[in-house]
């Protein structure tokens, strides 16, 4: 299995402020046949199913704010969040897609400081 | 617009067979690439892969549950069926079941609201 660990577990920004979320998976999930990573990342809120929030690492899926950026590739990658809003709370899952099974990275928890 | 509805019992004993229903519209298993995933999470816990059954039947389990699942479709129906044998109390939690749109690979959505089962004598 690849084992996604995220850091930290929890982040407190303030409003208007930048939010980095880190990711790493046990081994590389690129793909060298179509240079893309098979990463995605999702937005749990309380009381609710997770979001998709950006695919193949980087491609941000329709109707999410462009506030919200993925990074990285093969075994790093990162999730920002710029000019954090109150909307923003949440938390947030790395989960590779590139073999079975699926797994998903811990979580972040992030609050406003 | 897709829509996934998760259904079954909230409360099952120790060892006995859980039958979760997962209901979908907006999309069909027989259209080519469609998936449907069951994910669980555990009070205060990430998240947990637990199987997935795709168009042409093909059907994919985690290795550390595989013994205990079982998935199947009914195309007709908009039904995907997730029965789990032997459950135990460290299986308490909230299931969902999520989609894999077609043109897609498995990233996950959209997913149902979640059914919560609880493990208790």
């Known amino acids: 299995d690849i084992v996604m660990t995220q850091s930290p577990d929890s982040l407190a920004v303030s409003l208007g402020g930048t939010a980095t979320i880190n990711c790493k998976s046990s081994?590389?999930?690129?793909?060298?046949?179509?240079?893309?990573?098979?990463l995605a990342w999702y937005q749990q809120k309380p009381g609710q199913p997770p979001k998709l929030l950006i695919y193949?690492?980087?491609s941000r899926e329709s109707g999410v704010p462009d506030r919200f950026t993925g990074s990285g590739s093969e075994t790093d990658f990162t999730l920002t969040i710029s000019s954090l809003q109150a909307e923003d709370v949440a938390v947030y899952y790395c989960q590779q897609y590139y073999n079975f099974p699926l797994t998903f990275g811990g979580g972040t928890k992030v609050g406003i400081k | 617009q897709i829509t996934l509805k998760e259904s079954g019992p909230t409360l099952v004993k120790p060892t006995q067979t859980l039958t979760l229903t997962c209901t979908f519209s907006g999309l069909s298993l027989s259209t080519s690439g469609v998936g449907v995933s069951w994910i669980r999470q555990s009070p205060g816990k990430a998240l947990e892969w637990l199987a997935l059954?795709?168009?042409?039947?093909?059907?994919r389990y985690s290795p550390s549950l595989e013994s205990r699942l079982t998935i199947t479709k009914d195309t007709s129906k908009n039904q995907v069926v997730l029965t789990m044998t032997n459950m135990d109390p460290v299986d308490t939690g909230t299931y969902y079941c999520?989609?894999?749109?077609?043109?897609?690979?498995?990233?996950?959505?959209?997913w149902g609201q979640g059914t919560l089962v609880t493990v208790s004598s």
């Open positions: 999520v989609c894999r749109r077609p043109g897609t690979n498995n990233w996950l959505d959209p």
């Open positions: 081994q590389s999930v690129l793909y060298s046949s179509n240079n893309k990573n098979y």
């Open positions: 059954i795709a168009w042409n039947d093909d059907k």
């Open positions: 193949w690492a980087s």
